[in-house]
């Protein structure tokens, strides 16, 4: 089992839609939780950076934690076509064995 | 722009044979990361710098090391490459280590053939 999973999608909705990308976790040392948008042929771009549960909002995305749950979500309202990439989900754990681990991807279509 | 520059975009070479890639970190970052992404393994941790020393491995094989020069610049050796080995290469700085966010840059795309 990974320790990160993430649904692969494709997930395609229409322009103006509310999107929901989630991701489990088992490991219960992840502490810091983020999340980044990839466009093809580009490095991963940092959207979100989140410590404790709870929200935490910066214009149309919303990052919510919930660690009894070990689950994490990133909301996207209005979405536009050009938020059409995939969004990686990452997290940090503080154990011994400090280590940051992506998910896996979500690929997201904007449909105009 | 998040400040990371990586050299080259593309590499293309045969089996065999041994390449270099380069990244600058942001201005001020003290850690580099390196990380293989394939389509089959998604984005792999491969091993981090901070401030010249190696902090953190990964799932770095013995024919890759990787390097950070007193300029803070880092270089990826990859040798004795393999068709597997084909994938995108990216850098990745934070200013600390720990429980910094990382800025990546573009990556490198590097053809076996």
């Known amino acids: 089992q990974k320790e990160v999973e993430q649904d692969p999608g494709p997930l395609s909705v229409p322009e103006g839609a509310i999107v929901s990308l989630n991701c489990t976790y088992s490991?219960?040392?992840?502490?810091?939780f983020m999340w980044y948008r990839q466009y093809s042929r580009k490095g991963p771009e940092l959207l979100m950076y989140?410590?404790?549960?709870g929200n935490k909002e910066d214009g149309r995305f919303t990052a919510q934690v919930d660690k009894s749950s070990k689950y994490i979500s990133l909301f996207i309202r209005d979405s536009q076509p050009s938020d059409s990439a995939t969004y990686l989900c990452?997290?940090?754990?503080?154990?011994?064995?400090?280590?940051?681990?992506f998910g896996s991807g979500t690929r997201l279509l904007v449909r105009p | 722009d998040s400040g990371v520059t990586q050299t080259p975009k593309h590499l293309i070479t045969a089996t065999g044979q041994r390449v270099t890639l380069r990244c600058s970190p942001r201005?001020?970052?003290?850690?580099v990361y390196w990380y293989q992404q394939s389509l089959d393994q998604g984005l792999q941790f491969l091993i981090q710098?901070?401030?010249?020393?190696?902090?953190a491995k990964g799932n770095i094989l013995e024919r890759f090391s990787a390097q950070q020069f007193p300029d803070l610049h880092s270089e990826l050796n990859l040798s004795s490459l393999e068709l597997g080995d084909s994938a995108l290469y990216f850098c990745?700085?934070?200013?600390?280590?720990?429980?910094?966010?990382?800025?990546f840059g573009d990556g490198t795309r590097l053809s076996i053939l």
């Open positions: 490991n219960s040392a992840f502490q810091y």
């Open positions: 990452a997290m940090i754990s503080m154990d011994s064995s400090y280590k940051l681990i």
């Open positions: 990745a700085s934070s200013y600390g280590t720990d429980n910094q966010p990382q800025h």
């Open positions: 710098y901070y401030n010249g020393e190696e902090r």
């Open positions: 201005s001020g970052d003290l850690s």
């Open positions: 989140t410590y404790s549960s």
